[in-house]
């Protein structure tokens, strides 16, 4: 891995050209600095603010435009500077070296106020007048930049120069530049001295994809090839031998008799980056698609998926088949559960665990040791794929899918397709959970991925999933996945038009011991089913009985009938979370979901909607029968007429 040359740059940077807006006190040199930079003489008259400036194409190796953009210090420019700087690439602020109160502005005001802009971009602080400073107060630039910099972390390099002189300008913005093309921060952690864990995962993966043998080390011929797919050039075997050497006198653990080790392979990108080399990694990184963010780019993920609101994206029986393998990889101690090292490991190739926050952390079922099954696995990767195609099919490329993103996922049919042929062809359903507070919905969500019930009452305050796997009668397998909706966000929820178009089928939560509960649960019922009504995204919906064990209120089972008569849906399942008696109600929510055109309530405005389109398509009927006989009435007399005049 000797590092890439001028070519390989250029290929491997995705950015069509860099911004650089150069700020400072009046009076520090920037306008000099600029023009010197560009015409490549010290200008004798300087106007106040230069226009922008293209730096010539090929000053720099990279080859890469370069537009530098003068600014004023003024207060009356302070709100034009600050739509530059959010507009920069790359930031170089000046002082005067002949007047330290320029650098203290720096930090009392300059870095300060990027912050407050919230400017995210790399700095470079270039003293100016090199040439007018006192000798005699010279003072070493580390020795005064360095507290500097370890406030200011976004200073990338200080450098010193003079226009008049001709001394480092052009090496200023070559640093501008290069702190764009290839930057530090998402790298190295400049501070502990080591790789970052986001760029320490990418390495990982690329090491993993050129390990063609699998043996956990790159051989001389899969350095070589490695080396010419990156650099566009081989390796000498001197040049191998050198390098090995290199990381065996700093790191024996990094080659061993197979070749370079990951650790190796990670020590010397690390080396590479110390030494300044940073365009070597950005080149690897960008060779194998990755974006500054460490992330692969958009041309090496799912394309945008074209669908209506009411269809869905699963995984396809390709995607899953690759997961079951992976499942059965990372579990070493073939327990049929990834346990939380072994999913750290399994997604160490990855930016970060997707699961390790809202919605995924704690969705699906865990054993008593804290193990994910592969039910649960699946279920997980089914969840992020319905919620998130995208960020699904990009962590299956991570974690080593080489298929077509595509071929990893299908659309669904729209709802009302499926409403007409009554009938669903999805594996994956979404349910939504409503009801009052205390009704118990979160004990529902928590049983359903095997969690003990507990009496104690934590409210909701924000929407919550859990998902697993249901067992149908006939031995297959769908996923269910129930979205908690707190009754205070139900509200906000519908006046998204849209709201339902997710929604396969909603279940209505109550206590059954409480009349109120039950009075608030059918009011939600009444007021879902109008927005279906309203919308056109109609579905099927279940009452819950929650809270079985206790004893029903007087009039629970007249008010039961009569609203699930009223409505033309099923009398309401009662189901005790507290005494594990469950009535089989996920199957039964699941069966409902796959039958869309049965158990969707009517409300009295749609009963009332239905029978107005009823009567006025009768009404049509008539009037449409009625012109077509008065037409062939019509027809009939003109014949009798002509043939009367015909025979007079």
């Given at each position: 891995m000797a590092g890439g040359g001028t070519s390989a740059a250029k290929s491997s940077s995705t950015t069509t050209g860099v911004r650089i807006v150069v700020a400072g006190d009046r009076g520090t040199g920037k306008s000099s600095l600029i023009i010197t930079a560009a015409a490549e003489s010290f200008p004798t008259n300087v106007p106040p603010v230069l226009p922008p400036t293209r730096l010539p194409e090929d000053m720099f190796p990279e080859h890469v435009p370069v537009t530098v953009i003068d600014t004023s210090s003024s207060l009356e420019n302070r709100g034009k500077l600050a739509d530059e700087l959010k507009r920069a690439d790359a930031v170089v602020l000046t002082y005067a070296c002949d007047e330290p109160s320029t650098l203290d502005r720096l930090s009392t005001f300059w870095l300060p106020e990027l912050r407050r802009l919230e400017v995210k971009v790399p700095v470079i602080v270039a003293g100016c007048k090199l040439d007018l400073r006192d000798e005699q107060q010279a003072v070493s630039l580390e020795l005064v930049m360095s507290p500097i910099m370890q406030q200011f972390r976004e200073i990338e390099t200080c450098i010193e120069c003079s226009a008049y002189k001709h001394i480092q300008i052009p090496e200023v913005f070559y640093y501008a530049q290069k702190a764009v093309l290839h930057p530090t921060a998402p790298l190295f952690d400049q501070e502990a001295q080591t790789l970052k864990p986001r760029c320490v995962r990418a390495l990982k993966r690329i090491f993993i994809l050129c390990d063609h043998d699998r043996d956990g080390a790159l051989s001389d011929a899969e350095l070589n090839d490695f080396q010419v797919k990156c650099f566009n050039a081989p390796l000498q075997p001197s040049e191998i031998v050198g390098v090995k050497r290199v990381v065996q006198e700093k790191l024996p653990e990094g080659v061993n008799e197979n070749g370079l080790t990951l650790t190796g392979f990670l020590f010397l990108h690390a080396l590479f980056i110390e030494k300044g080399r940073l365009e070597t990694t950005w080149t690897v990184l960008r060779k194998y698609g990755y974006n500054n963010d460490i992330r692969l780019g958009d041309d090496q993920l799912l394309a945008p998926i074209k669908r209506t609101p009411d269809q869905s994206?699963?995984?396809?029986?390709?995607?899953?088949?690759?997961?079951?393998?992976?499942?059965?990889?990372?579990?070493?101690?073939?327990?049929?559960?990834?346990?939380?090292?072994?999913?750290?490991?399994?997604?160490?190739?990855?930016?970060?665990?997707?699961?390790?926050?809202?919605?995924?952390?704690?969705?699906?079922?865990?054993?008593?040791?804290?193990?994910?099954?592969?039910?649960?696995?699946?279920?997980?990767?089914?969840?992020?794929?319905?919620?998130?195609p995208v960020l699904s099919v990009e962590n299956l490329i991570y974690i080593g899918y080489a298929g077509d993103p595509s071929s990893a996922v299908r659309v669904t049919r729209k709802r009302r397709v499926d409403r007409k042929k009554q009938s669903s062809d999805r594996n994956v359903f979404q349910c939504f959970v409503f009801g009052p507070k205390e009704a118990g919905k979160s004990s529902l969500l928590h049983s359903f991925v095997g969690r003990q019930f507990t009496e104690a009452y934590t409210p909701t305050t924000e929407e919550r999933y859990a998902?697993?796997?249901?067992?149908?009668?006939?031995?297959?397998?769908?996923?269910?996945?129930?979205?908690?909706?707190?009754?205070?966000?139900?509200?906000?929820?519908?006046?998204?038009?849209?709201?339902?178009?997710?929604?396969?089928?909603?279940?209505?939560?109550?206590?059954?011991?409480?009349?109120?509960?039950?009075?608030?649960?059918?009011e939600l019922l009444v007021q879902v089913a109008?927005?279906?009504?309203?919308?056109?995204?109609?579905?099927?919906?279940?009452?819950?009985?929650?809270?079985?064990?206790?004893?029903?209120?007087?009039?629970?089972?007249?008010?039961?009938?009569?609203?699930?008569?009223?409505?033309?849906?099923?009398?309401?399942?009662?189901?005790?979370?507290?005494?594990?008696?469950?009535?089989?109600?996920f199957r039964r929510i699941v069966r409902a979901a796959e039958h869309p055109h049965l158990s969707i309530p009517e409300t009295e405005a749609g009963k009332t909607r239905k029978q107005y389109h009823r009567v006025l398509n009768r009404s049509l009927m008539v009037v449409s029968v009625g012109a077509a006989v008065a037409i062939v009435g019509l027809a009939a007399y003109r014949v009798y007429a002509t043939r009367k005049n015909a025979s007079s």
């Open positions: 994206v699963e995984l396809t029986s390709e995607a899953v088949e690759f997961l079951r393998g992976v499942f059965t990889l990372f579990d070493s101690d073939g327990d049929g559960a990834l346990n939380a090292h072994e999913l750290e490991d399994l997604f160490s190739t990855a930016p970060e665990s997707p699961w390790n926050e809202a919605p995924y952390a704690n969705a699906a079922e865990k054993n008593a040791l804290g193990g994910l099954s592969l039910d649960g696995f699946l279920s997980e990767w089914a969840f992020m794929t319905v919620l998130d998902v697993n796997t249901v067992d149908q009668p006939d031995g297959t397998k769908k996923t269910l996945i129930l979205r908690e909706i707190p009754e205070d966000a139900i509200g906000k929820l519908l006046v998204n038009k849209d709201a339902l178009a997710a929604c396969d089928i909603a279940v209505f939560v109550h206590d059954s011991s409480n009349a109120s509960s039950w009075t608030r649960a059918t109008s927005h279906g009504e309203s919308t056109g995204y109609e579905v099927p919906c279940l009452i819950v009985a929650a809270k079985d064990d206790l004893e029903p209120y007087p009039t629970a089972i007249q008010d039961s009938t009569r609203v699930s008569q009223d409505m033309g849906i099923e009398a309401p399942i009662p189901i005790s979370t507290k005494l594990g008696d469950f009535n089989n109600v």
